[in-house]
């Protein structure tokens, strides 16, 4: 029987950030990975992480202050929100980033201005708040490269050439001789690994470069890593969770096993159960996201922390079924804030600020799904739209393949769609009217500031709003989904899972979406879904570690 001091169940942002933080205080640690590659959820996200007063914003002089950022949070959430939870994140998020800088290859950066979600809530802020992972060179894994989950190709690694928030800049400013220059560089470096033989590029960004520090952290610090090695339930005797089950192979933890296997958003029978039109709602997630960690912590005596306010965080997502049955599915972060994109109903008609990051929940208040988002020749060879590269690429085969809709008017574009033809030309025609005084006077697009920040600078006098006039015109099928779910354990502000009758379960510890959302859902901005991923493996590695029974 195989004994280990801390057992992990996860190889994402959580739970490697626990293993990391476990074994730089010499405990010997095992990660279980269910899938074939290592990085979890975290290795297909943006990776930037909320944490007020970081080192990187103290350091830019950005002013504010963690009693600014906490009341902000509380206001947000309402009378549900756990004040230790939060005081928890709070404490020991900037401790975290600067531990990790110290002590493995994580690195972070202040991102570019991002307003938090509920600009209206006093103590919100615009910049300072957000964090970047830096990038990173894959071949500092060496072996281990083929190992990492790869990003999505879909989204931000088209090919494996990966793009990151920081060239976003040079990509709006195209074709200026310094945005050619930056990406005639990384072209080049990319042809340089396509000659090595390598299989995706190995410029990392965003949440693979995140995932990728991780391991590679991971692997300095002697932490066992295995991966296709799915837990098929927890040990518990005399009360104390002590160790887990293995393809038949029973697995000692000393101290605690983790739960950080990334949430139920790939269960159907959890989707019915938390999702709205969870028969339409389609997840960006991993496959392998079952509610593994949740079900087996259920079974072990854990107690679910309630009804959040949302059991997901939301994302439109378009998908497309490739030849080889595999779903490719895109999450619309970026397009629909641009201007010149409309979503419309069935009706033809709008229902919803396109450029809000609650987008989902005009969906779902309005029975809005699934919808269609629209744009015209000039919209698509701009921004892109969807899996259309900015330019029309790859805009022939995503017709042939069913994705995109094309028409040479909008009233065959509406009749191709199953839209109402004169509802969506009158629709169009109040946009562009809306485009020309740079106000929409239905929804607002384009009037806050988190609007914008996605929106094009270049544009006026509206950065949001665009008119929709040039053929051939554009449709793509939109569904409600997520980046995340938020429904989880019970923990307390040291991460141990908290049982049925109130209790800390010994031995039991969770992390990430394995744990219930520390905002009950409701995310107070960007980086709200990897920050607490982070912060709660910390805390929990932290205190596992602090557990150690000296030798």
């Known amino acids: 029987m195989r004994e280990f001091d801390v057992v992990v169940v996860g190889s994402g942002a959580a739970g490697m950030t626990a293993a990391i933080r476990a074994a730089a205080e010499g405990a010997s640690v095992l ?34 202050s963690r009693a600014i950022a906490r009341q902000y949070v509380l206001d947000v959430i309402g009378p549900t929100a756990e004040p230790a939870l ?12 600067e531990w990790l800088e110290s002590h493995s290859a994580v690195h972070f950066l202040l991102s ?13 802020a615009d910049h300072g708040r957000l964090l970047a992972p830096a990038e990173y060179d894959g071949k500092k894994l060496g072996a281990h490269f083929a190992d990492l989950r790869p990003a999505c190709q879909e989204f ?6 990966m793009i990151d928030l920081f060239d976003l800049p040079y990509l709006a400013d195209m074709p200026s001789a310094r945005s050619v220059f930056h990406f005639g560089k990384l072209v080049a470096r990319f042809g340089v690994d396509k000659l090595r033989r390598f299989p995706r590029g190995t410029r990392l960004t965003m949440g693979n470069a995140l995932a990728a520090r991780l391991l590679r952290s991971a692997l300095d610090e002697g932490v066992t890593l295995e991966k296709e090695a799915a837990v098929d339930g927890l040990v518990v005797k005399a009360g104390r969770v002590t160790g887990v089950r293995v393809g038949g192979e029973e697995i ?5 096993v983790l739960l950080a296997s990334g949430g139920f958003s790939a269960s159907e029978q959890l989707r019915k159960a938390y999702i709205p039109y ?3 709602h389609v997840s960006i997630l991993p496959y392998e996201n079952t509610g593994d960690g949740m079900n087996m912590g259920l079974e072990a005596g854990a107690a679910l922390a309630g009804d959040n306010i949302v059991n997901a965080v939301w994302a439109v997502v378009s998908k497309m079924t490739r030849p080889d049955g595999y779903v490719a599915r895109y999450a619309h972060l970026i397009d629909m804030s641009k201007p010149g994109c409309i979503a419309v109903n069935d009706k033809g008609e709008r229902f919803g600020n396109e450029a809000s990051v609650h987008f989902v929940e005009a969906m779902h208040g309005t029975g809005a799904v699934p919808a269609h988002i629209i744009g015209d020749a000039d919209f698509v060879k701009k921004y892109g739209m969807g899996m259309i590269f900015p330019g029309g690429g790859g805009l022939k085969k995503l017709i042939a393949a069913g994705y995109v809709t094309e028409a040479p008017t909008l009233r065959g574009l509406a009749e ?8 969506l030309e009158a629709t169009v025609a109040k946009i562009n009217r809306y485009a020309e005084t740079g106000k929409d006077a239905e929804f607002g697009k384009g009037d806050s500031q988190i609007d914008i920040e996605i929106g094009d600078p270049k544009h006026k006098p509206n950065p949001c709003l665009g008119r929709v006039e040039k053929a051939p015109f554009y449709a793509i099928k939109i569904y409600p989904g997520d980046g995340s779910t938020t429904v989880g354990l019970k923990i307390d502000a040291q991460c ?7 209790k800390a379960v010994r031995g039991l510890y969770a992390a990430g979406l394995d744990a219930n959302s520390i905002w009950r859902g409701k995310s107070p901005a960007h980086g709200c879904n990897v920050g607490p991923a982070m912060v709660t493996g910390y805390i929990a590695g932290k205190v596992m570690a602090e557990a150690l029974v000296p030798a």
Do not use: C, H
């Not at 939060?86 to 980033?97: K, S, T």
């Not at 570019?112 to 919100?124: F, H, I």
């Open 416 to 423: 191709k769609i199953g839209v109402d033809p004169a509802g």
């Open 496 to 502: 141990r899972v908290i049982g049925a009758d109130g």
């Open 31 to 64: 990660v279980l990975e269910k899938a074939a590659w290592f990085g979890g959820t975290t290795s297909v996200s943006g990776g930037g992480i909320w944490i007020p007063e970081s080192p990187q914003a103290r350091k830019a002089g950005v002013a504010d």
């Open 156 to 161: 931000n690694a088209p090919g494996g050439f």
């Open 278 to 280: 969870a028969e339409q």
């Open 112 to 124: 570019p201005p991002s307003s938090d979600w509920y600009p209206q809530v006093e103590g919100a």
């Open 252 to 256: 000692t933890a000393r101290v605690g």
């Open 86 to 97: 939060i005081d928890a994140y709070l404490e020991n998020g900037p401790e975290m980033v």
